[in-house]
């Protein structure tokens, strides 16, 4: 196996990796809402998304709350009382995050509840585990990605002088 295809096949399980750790709704997956740990310098965060609850998540006036107490984390997201604008065309799939701040390694219990502003039930209540790894990356996992993608291009280019 020459250099050229030891890099093709690199680049294409690294593609293939990437595309197969997305299984939201938004991203081709079938899980609605999809709730992802992502671990980084500035803490620990909550990726999301859904089709189910987007107006929750990504209305005209959206609220996002986050708290953590001891190993449990509350994340609630409230649909506004006032109504949208009068053009306001909803996206066709919410995303977002919500950074929870560094955690101290461990098992954390998420309850997510989506709530309409001044309704005291829940619409929609989920709950999950968020496992905090003891070595959390000092990089982004985004930016190592750019990395990998810059090294390999470097190679290419090495490869055809």
Known sequence: ???????CAVAVVFVATTAAAQTGICSG?????????????GGVSIYWETQQYLLF??????????GVVG???????????????????????????????????????????YRVALVIQPAATFNFVLTV???????DPR?????????????VWILRR
């Open 1 to 7: 196996m020459n250099a050229r295809s030891l890099l």
């Open 29 to 41: 997956g079938m899980t609605d809402p999809f709730f992802a740990p992502q671990f980084g310098p």
């Open 57 to 66: 998540s990504n209305s005209w006036l959206p609220v996002t709350s986050a």
């Open 71 to 113: 190993h449990n984390i509350n994340v609630s997201q409230t649909l506004p009382e006032i109504g949208p604008p009068q053009n306001w065309v909803p996206p066709a799939c919410g995303t977002g995050s919500v950074l929870l701040g560094h955690l101290a390694p461990g098992t954390y219990n998420v309850t997510w509840t």
């Open 133 to 139: 790894p003891s070595d959390v990356p000092a990089l």
């Open 143 to 155: 930016l190592i990605g750019v990395l990998t993608l810059m090294l390999a291009v470097i190679g």
